[in-house]
């Protein structure tokens, strides 16, 4: 008899970590914050409505906001650079030779392997506190991910077109703009509209570690036990987080779906145009972000001057480094069995009961927005520090993208199958396992391995809470200016996040192709 | 015989005019009912209403005799009694043919069995009995449905319905896009599952096939009017059910 586990039962086995995890988490608590828990659940229902505190919390979310809107404005604009630049497709119609966009396209690894919460905090060494940083920040990191998004998509195109425009007589440039141009656009929209959400999170974040907005906001409200005047930024930051989840995704139906029957076909020139005037709207709009930001361009280019490498080279091999990778890949593991499996178990677990749909939804949504560091800090009131608490803190986070995604994949999925096991009696939990998770469980297994590799990257948040391996190692090293460990803990890093892309590359091409 | 299925008085209400209006049928043990009618008269409201899919608001539905369940487990188990033929089958592509013909029995085995099929073989010898009566190879049931044939699937499943042993069979046009040798076929297949004690009521677009079921009842624009034997169905009927368009033949 062979044991085989089909595509429903294997999104939910990830959520077998919940059992060590009952076993261990007694052990790992204290007991001693329960009440302060309490308090700051019971906060919610109560946030403060003071005028001071609404104004505070007003001014850091639009610094927040700003500090997104143009950290992603840029990255887009330069990814798209870049990812043209890295695009094989591109340099063989130009050139003949693919070879310089394989030698990009490593480059490009560097700055995309290594978190924004890093280069936040590297770049605050090197040029002091100033709004240009978390922008900074965001752009580096993110220009290097939508480079790489783009020069996929465009490899992945036909290249007839291209060819029979050349054949025609068209130059080069002219030939790939116009074959590849507007097949390109969808693609470019719709995840450009998803890392929008993304550098909101990321500015939050930002915040948390002091590069000021919101983010620092909470963190100060948090530490001083505020938890009403907490709430108010937490709800308000839910609210603009919401509206651009509901905003991108009524572009994103309005601009790339297929028009049903076919009543109303508005024709391809009339969404281009829309799409490219809402792109040439941005320039402006970023200009006038960065001015009210007070990014002065010129501080752009005064560095202080690089610290001196130590040359403490023995000090730096004798660090723990097989515990503090393991740590990370713990850390990481854990949270994204957390993610991965809950998000499945929850939906089943709630999804056939009206009332308890509208909970999970906010709870996921909360989960989304609410920084990680942050929940870590939470936790830590009734956890030990470790990779346990970290692990709980980033699977949360996850958990809250995770869920959003299934649930509207499995909403977009047909009912058809559900109905009809639900009609021969089973009951709706199951019929629900059967007919619909069977479904969507290979696209959202294969997102989930994409998810993992982003955890792993981003495990480095939660490092507050301590012992969590790379990451708090690396804010240690960060505080005690030993520059030397610092570059070994950054190089280290950056090497596991770029293996760790490759397996959940690998593993995701596999799982779409037995699809 | 005891009937498998009442309806007393169903009106489902619909725009410009009600989708079924009061509609009075029993269905007993061992009958075979064609349902005529032309698209739009209600036939797949009326078998809709029959298998539970849409609950009814104004009348009354019994199955077996007995009101709809006022427990979810009471009315599981007596839904899992009205089998579906589907149009389009319905089958879970992502799973087994094994895994899809033990769906059938979600409504009795609870959960950790469910999750066991979606792991291991389970009931093979029940499933393997299936197959064999819908003549299909006993080594398939391991294959995923999405590599089967179309007349596999069909076969498929029909052989998930007999897993499903219900005392009442519903199918909803099932000949309507299938070519005539397998259409041929698969109604004798049907037409032989249904022996007493279960019942058979099965929607069809071709008068022609009436040969083999027992009685016939027709519907026009949501209200029964015809239900007799099937000597009784003649010419001047049939024009009349389908308004003037005369059904594919």
Known sequence: MQLRAAPPLLVLLPALVLLPLALLLPGLSHGGGWELIGQFASAALTPSLEPVVLRSVAAGLLVTVAMALLGWAVSLVLGLLLGVASSRTVWTSLTGSALPATGIRRLLAVPRSIHELIWGLLLLQLMGLQPAVAVLAIVIPYAALVARVISDLLDALPTTNVEALRAGGAPAPAALLTALGPALLPGVLSYGGYRLECALRSATLLGVFGLGGLGTELKLTMQSLAFHELWTGLWLLLAVMLSLEAGLGGLRRRWLMPVRFGLQQPSVGLRAREMVLVLLALLPLSLLLGQALGVQPQALFTWQPLPPLQNDWPSVLAMPWPALVGGTLALTLLAACLAVGLAPLLLLLAAPSRWLRAPLRLVWALGRLWPPPLTALLLLLVLQPGVVTGALALGFHNLGVLGRLLLESAADASPATEQALACAGSGPRLALLYGRLSVVARPYLAYAAYRSDVMLRESVVVSLVGATGLGSQLLESLSAFAWDQLLALVVVYALLTLVGEDLSDRWRARLLASG | ?249
Not at chain 2, 19 to 47: N, P
Not at chain 2, 209 to 214: C, I, R, S, Y
Request: proline share 8%; aromatic share 2%.
């Open chain 2, 1 to 249: 015989m005891n009937p498998v299925l009442e309806l007393r008085g169903i009106t489902v209400p619909g725009q410009p005019r009600p989708r079924l209006e009061g509609i009075d049928l029993t269905i007993r043990q061992g009958e075979r009912v064609a349902l005529l009618g032309a698209s739009g008269a209600g036939k797949s409201t009326l078998l809709a209403v029959a298998n539970g899919l849409l609950p009814a608001q104004q009348g009354e539905v019994l199955w077996e005799g007995s009101p709809p369940a006022r427990s979810r487990r009471g009315r599981r188990l007596q839904q899992a009694r009205i089998g579906t033929l589907w149009q389009d089958l319905r089958l879970v592509e992502e799973l087994s043919v094994q895994q899809n013909l033990n769906a059938a029995r979600l409504a009795v085995w609870g959960w950790p069995k469910a999750l066991l099929n979606l792991l291991l073989p389970l009931e093979t010898d029940a499933c393997r009995q299936a197959m064999a009566t819908m003549d299909l190879e006993p080594h398939l049931l391991e294959r995923p449905v999405s590599a089967l044939s179309g007349g596999q699937r069909q076969r498929v499943a029909m052989a998930r319905l007999l897993r499903q042993d219900p005392v009442l069979l519903l199918a909803d046009e099932p000949l309507a896009s299938l070519d005539p040798r397998l259409a041929a076929e698969l109604l004798a297949l049907l037409l032989r599952q249904a022996a007493p004690p279960r019942a058979l009521l099965l929607s069809l677009h071709r008068p022609d096939l009436l040969e083999g079921f027992d009685r016939a009842i027709g519907l026009r624009q949501g209200r029964l009017v015809f239900d007799g034997p099937i000597a009784a169905v003649h010419r001047a009927l049939l024009t009349d059910l389908y308004e003037g368009n005369p059904p594919c033949s």
